[in-house]
């Protein structure tokens, strides 16, 4: 999972970027990123940047206090964290963002989250704040959330509420778990993308986690995933390309040099780039060529189900309670990570491998959760059947996997009433 060096862009050296990532079996790793929301312990209000003891400054301090880490500024407000348990950075309405260093182990990863979730919890001890364990924040409007101090959300407000109905509450009041994968050629960063991606219903069903908003029930059991549905239609979801005969990293790149450019890096900070397509700002030379870090800057503004960078960042479940996080990258990592349990998961996704049935899946995942369906099937048939096909990856070899991780999953299984069978 390493980074690319500087270089001069062309759609030629992007193609690079993803090929030459790849990573051999052995070395494997896999990573997680999770968000929390944090409210005032004694009033219920959201908490302001800084101003009050119930702040995200003040959160970000107290978790440096306990920890350790380099603090990342912008201009005089701190943004983040960095340090060997991981980075924190802070999402638009001031959701702190837990990124954990790539580990060769599920239980490696597991410690640094149960590291995480202790110092989250002492910092809400400490200052008054509750961290809420749902993917939308349940009971206040958008209209009361806060913004950050961020130079890339002045830009994105803006640019994405032009875009979308529900962009602004997707930026302010939501909070999910993302896990990231390697993968050791093309072909088989084929095979998992389009694995993740056509489970992505059955990962929005099972993890759904966010049935209610501004206080009453939303009729969905992930509002989540139906706030990524009316964000921005250029950047969300899955395009067609992923359903098309012969996809692979390709025409991935080709339809993400299509998505429109948000911002760009220049010598006085991010400045806007009007959406004009990342493809033709590559025609640009001299002082306005664009960079490895406007690339970087731009994939990171691509929210699909399944995006990548150097690695697979599959990204359909809504945040969970501490006790069940763990669960999301356990799943991916047994059926991803084993060859025999991610055929199975490309045969399970195999009905919807069309855009507008797997569409309509997604809806009825978010709608229904485990209730719904994807094409003819039951989500939580399908579910039985992933989960059973997860654990016996774990338990048959899965890289970043031991013994221990499949009881793990059997016991989510259980908790969310699922008994996993094929």
């Not at 062309?10 to 090929?19: A, C, D, I, S, V």
């Not at 912008?74 to 001031?94: K, M, Q, R, V, Y």
């Not at 250029?234 to 790149?253: M, N, Y």
Request: one cysteine or more.
């Amino acid at each position: 999972m390493g980074a690319s060096a500087s270089r001069q862009l062309t759609r030629e050296t992007l193609l690079g970027y993803f090929e030459r990532a790849v990573t051999p079996r052995s070395a494997w790793q896999v990573g997680m990123e999770l968000e929390r929301m944090g409210r005032d312990a004694e009033r219920g209000e959201p908490i302001p940047y800084e101003g009050a003891p119930a702040s995200v400054r003040a959160a970000l301090e107290h978790l440096r206090e306990a920890r350790g880490g380099d603090p990342i500024f912008e201009g005089e407000h701190l943004i983040g964290l960095d340090g060997p348990w991981g980075t924190i950075s802070l999402e638009p309405g001031g959701q702190v963002e837990w990124s954990s260093r790539p580990r060769s182990s599920l239980a490696a990863l597991r410690a640094d989250l149960d590291g995480h979730a202790a110092a989250m919890r002492a910092a809400g001890a400490a200052l008054g704040i509750d961290w809420l364990d749902t993917g939308v924040d349940p009971r206040l409007p958008v209209e009361r959330m806060p913004w950050m101090p961020k130079a890339r959300y002045n830009i994105m407000r803006p640019f994405l509420g032009a875009r979308g109905r529900l962009a602004h509450r997707m930026m302010t009041q939501t909070a999910s778990i993302q896990c990231a994968y390697d993968f050791d050629d093309a072909e088989d960063w084929t095979r998992k993308f389009k694995a993740a991606a056509l489970l992505a219903p059955l990962a929005t069903a099972l993890f759904a986690n966010s049935p209610r908003v501004d206080g009453a029930e939303s009729g969905y059991r992930s509002y989540r995933q139906a706030i990524w549905q009316e964000t921005d239609p250029a950047r969300c979801g899955l395009p067609d390309v992923v359903f098309a005969p012969g996809f692979g990293i390709a025409p991935w790149l080709d339809w993400v040099l299509r998505v429109p450019t948000i911002f760009r890096h220049r010598a006085r900070g991010l400045v806007p780039a009007g959406g004009v397509p990342f493809l033709e700002l590559l025609e640009r030379g001299g002082c306005d060529a664009m960079g490895d870090e406007d690339w970087e800057t731009h994939i990171s503004t691509v929210f699909t189900e399944v995006r990548c960078y150097t690695y697979l960042e599959v990204r359909s479940a809504d945040v969970q309670p501490d006790h069940h996080a763990m669960a999301v990258p356990t799943f991916w990592t047994g059926l991803l990570y084993h060859d025999d349990a991610l055929t199975a998961a490309l045969e399970l996704g195999r009905e919807i491998d069309h855009a507008e049935r797997w569409r309509e899946a997604m809806r009825s995942a978010a709608r229904d959760g485990l209730d719904g369906r994807a094409g003819s099937r039951p989500l939580r048939e399908l579910a039985a059947a992933a989960l059973a096909h997860a654990i016996d990856g774990l338990r048959n070899g899965a890289d970043c996997s031991a013994a221990d991780d499949a009881h793990a999953l059997e016991r989510f299984a259980d908790a969310v009433g699922i008994e996993p069978r094929r």
